[in-house]
Antibody, heavy 114, light 112 residues
């Protein structure tokens, strides 16, 4: 069964950092681009970051560029998102997604608040 | 950025009746390979999004055939031939042609 399981969310103060992880199973992880998509409470969807199969190409939405870093470990079938200098507006459920979002995880909630 | 505009934003539908959602992009979503990377997603209450349609009109595995996608260039449509209770939720279109990939605002489908 194809599965994506996110972890690492939580409550963090403004300016703080957090590292999200996504464990993939049921498919050949290294064959796919992988992405992070977020959804603020009661709001729509926003594509945050996108990383090529081998990690050589990374794209970020303007609102997170320079603060967030996407990475992957193909040997560990894992995707990561390092969130630095967090702001209140980064509060959202963060989803891991495969390719052009054919498969989604259950999401992990990041709350930025003092 | 490519702006995706959906209409209507709220869609009350009687069970068994058809439903249609429009999505317009601010720029063509035709990629250099000739494909249009326009997808539709369903998000049921309390669940993760689920992709229904990719590349305008291709249904994902397990998606009922009452869902269909059509369109070209900048105008796209998701149709549900006969709405069922399990179709309640928010529907999003998304373009995956130009970075950053962008979603429409969402259309909330409810049963009348």
């Amino acid at each position: 069964e194809v599965q994506l399981v996110e972890s690492g969310g939580g409550l963090v103060q403004p300016g703080g950092s957090l590292r999200l992880s996504c464990a993939a199973s049921g498919f050949t992880f290294s064959d796919y681009w992988m992405s992070w998509v977020r959804q603020a409470p009661g709001k729509g969807l926003e594509w945050v970051a996108h990383i090529k199969h081998d990690g050589s190409v990374k794209w970020y939405v303007d609102s997170v560029r320079g603060r967030f870093t996407v990475a992957r470990d193909n040997a560990a079938n894992s995707l990561y998102l390092q969130l630095n200098t967090l702001r209140a507006e980064d509060t959202a459920v963060y989803y891991c997604a495969r390719g052009s979002a054919a498969v989604w995880g259950q999401g992990t909630l990041v709350t930025v608040s003092s | 950025d490519v702006v995706m505009t959906q209409s209507p934003l709220s869609l009350p539908v009687t069970l068994g009746q058809p439903a249609s959602i429009s999505c317009r992009s601010s720029q063509s979503v035709v990629y250099s390979d000739g494909n249009s990377y326009l997808s539709w997603f369903q998000q049921r209450p309390g669940q993760s999004p689920r992709r229904l349609i990719y590349e305008v009109s291709n249904r994902d595995s397990g998606v009922p055939d009452r869902f269909s996608g059509s369109g070209s260039g900048t105008d796209f449509t998701l149709k549900i031939s006969r709405v069922e209770a399990e179709d309640v939720g928010v529907y999003y279109c998304m373009q995956g042609t130009r970075w950053p990939y962008t979603f429409g605002q969402g259309t909330e489908l409810e049963i009348k």
